[in-house]
């Protein structure tokens, strides 16, 4: 069974950071993604990692602020969130998918839970 689980969530002030978490079990795919959703809002992607060769991708609103990273020997995958701002509050999903880098959010196909982030101005 494959699953993906988020973690590292919370409540930050403005400027802040937060390292999000995501730890798969199962099967693994070539390609991690985060996305996030705030409310009222569609989801949209943050930045994607291939394991093998970790190649990366960024939105456009989270370049040179956020950073993705992943550990092989754990199986998990990494946000590290810098320079917050309260327009990052959003629920965070981490998902898998085969194949290519994408940021399409159709083409991932196991998804976790969503872990909350709240950034305070």
């Known amino acids: 069974q494959v699953q993906q689980v988020e973690s590292g969530g919370g409540l930050v002030q403005a400027g802040g950071s937060l390292r999000l978490s995501c730890a798969a079990s199962?099967?693994?795919?070539?390609?991690m993604g985060w996305f996030r959703q705030a409310p009222g809002a569609e989801r949209e992607f943050v930045s994607g990692?291939?394991?093998?060769?970790?190649?990366?991708s960024y939105g456009d609103s989270v370049k040179g602020r956020f950073t993705i990273s992943r550990d092989y020997a754990k199986n998990t995958a990494y946000l590290q969130m810098n320079s917050l701002k309260p327009e990052d509050t959003a629920l965070y999903y981490c998902?898998?998918?085969?194949?290519?880098?994408?940021?399409?959010?159709?083409?991932?196909?196991?998804w976790g839970q969503g872990t909350q982030v709240t950034v305070s101005s």
């Open positions: 998902a898998a998918r085969p194949g290519i880098l994408s940021r399409s959010t159709d083409e991932y196909n196991y």
């Open positions: 199962g099967r693994r795919f070539d390609v």
């Open positions: 990692i291939k394991w093998i060769g970790g190649s990366t």
